[in-house]
C-alpha cells in the first residue's frame, strides 16, 4: 500500500475513521494502522466494518453519521473503549444522483447534505468537546476537489464538500488554542463505490462507454492516470504525522494536479 514511510511513526494513538469500511476510508485506516496507530472503523454497514476491523487488527463501531444521537453513542462507546482519541478522520460520504439544480428533488438535496456536511459536523462536534479536553488531537475532513471547483449536475454534493471545507478552517481556528489540528484533504477521482455509481449515471446522459468516460477523466489528469486509495491515504497519514504539527486549516488537494471538471452540459431537450 505505501512505500513503508512513517512504519510506527503513530503508534499508541487511537484513531476513529467514518466510512471505513470501504473505498477511500478502508485504505486510510489501513494506512494509519500501518504507522502504528489503534484504527476504530466506523460505518453505517456494520458487518462490512467488523470485517475490515479483523483485516486491520482494529475495532468497528456500527455508526449512522447522519444522526447526531447515533454519532454521540458512537463516541461515547470509544472512550468508554480507549479513553482518548487521537485522530479522526471524516472520510462517510454520498455521492448525489445526477441532476441539473432545476430538477433536483428536496430530498436528494437533504441527503447528500445530511451524510456529507452534517455528518462531518456531527463527528467534528463529538470530538471537539473529547479534544478540547485532551487538549490534543488531529481532525482530517475528506472533502473534494468538487467543493473548490464545483461540477455541474451535482450541485447538493458541491455544497456540502464547500461545506467540509468552511467547516474545517473555522474549527482550525477554534481549536488551535488547544493544541488540535484541523485539516481537509480533497481528493481526485478514485474508481470506489462511489466513483463507479456517479459514473454509471454520468455515461449514460452523455452518451458513452465506462471505458470512453474512464479515458476521458484520466486525460484530464495532468499527471496521467487515477488515483488510487492509497494516493489519498498518504495524504490523509502526513497530516496526521509529526510533521505536519505546525499545518492546521489547510486543504490538500490530492488529485494528480486535477484542479476540477468545469464542462457545462448542452441544453436538455424539452
Ligand atoms: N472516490 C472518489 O473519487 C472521491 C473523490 C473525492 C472525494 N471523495 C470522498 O471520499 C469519501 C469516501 O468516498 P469513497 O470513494 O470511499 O466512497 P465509498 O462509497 O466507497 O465509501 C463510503 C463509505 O461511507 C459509508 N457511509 C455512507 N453513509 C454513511 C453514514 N450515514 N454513516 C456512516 N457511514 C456511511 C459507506 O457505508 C461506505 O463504507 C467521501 O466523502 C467522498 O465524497 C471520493
Not at 219 to 242: H, Q
Request: glycine share 12%; hydrophobic share 45%; aromatic share 4%.
Amino acid at each position: 500500500m505505501s512505500d513503508g514511510g512513517g512504519e510506527g511513526e503513530l503508534r499508541g494513538q487511537v484513531a476513529l475513521v467514518t466510512g471505513a469500511a470501504q473505498g477511500l476510508g478502508y485504505g486510510i485506516a489501513a494506512e494509519l494502522a500501518r504507522r502504528g496507530a489503534s484504527v476504530v472503523i466506523a460505518d453505517l454497514q456494520g458487518e462490512k466494518a467488523e470485517h475490515a476491523a479483523r483485516e486491520l487488527g482494529g475495532a468497528a463501531v456500527q455508526v449512522d453519521v447522519a444522526s447526531s444521537a447515533s454519532v454521540d453513542r458512537c463516541f461515547a462507546a470509544l472512550m468508554a473503549a480507549h479513553g482518548r482519541l487521537d485522530i479522526l478522520v471524516n472520510s462517510a460520504g454520498v455521492g448525489q444522483t445526477v441532476a441539473p439544480v432545476s430538477e433536483l428533488p428536496d430530498a436528494e438535496w437533504e441527503r447528500v447534505l445530511g451524510v456529507t456536511l452534517t455528518g462531518s459536523f456531527y463527528c467534528c462536534r463529538a470530538v471537539a468537546r473529547i479534544m478540547e479536553r485532551q487538549e490534543s488531537g488531529c481532525i482530517v475532513n475528506i472533502a473534494s476537489v468538487n467543493g473548490q471547483n464545483p461540477a455541474a449536475l451535482v450541485a447538493a454534493y458541491n455544497a456540502a464538500k464547500a461545506g467540509v471545507i468552511s467547516l474545517t478552517r473555522t474549527l482550525a481556528l477554534e481549536l488551535a488554542a488547544y493544541g488540535v489540528r484541523v485539516n481537509a484533504v480533497s481528493p481526485g477521482p478514485v474508481y470506489t463505490d462511489f466513483n463507479k455509481t456517479v459514473m454509471a449515471q454520468r455515461c449514460r446522459s452523455l452518451g458513452l462507454t465506462e471505458e470512453q468516460m474512464i479515458e476521458r477523466i484520466r486525460s484530464a489528469i495532468p499527471l496521467g492516470r487515477w488515483g488510487e486509495a492509497a494516493d489519498i491515504a498518504n495524504g490523509v497519514a502526513f497530516l496526521c504525522s509529526p510533521q505536519a504539527v505546525w499545518i492546521t486549516g489547510e486543504v490538500l488537494r490530492v488529485s494528480g494536479g486535477l484542479e476540477g471538471v468545469s464542462a457545462a452540459p448542452p441544453k436538455r431537450p424539452r
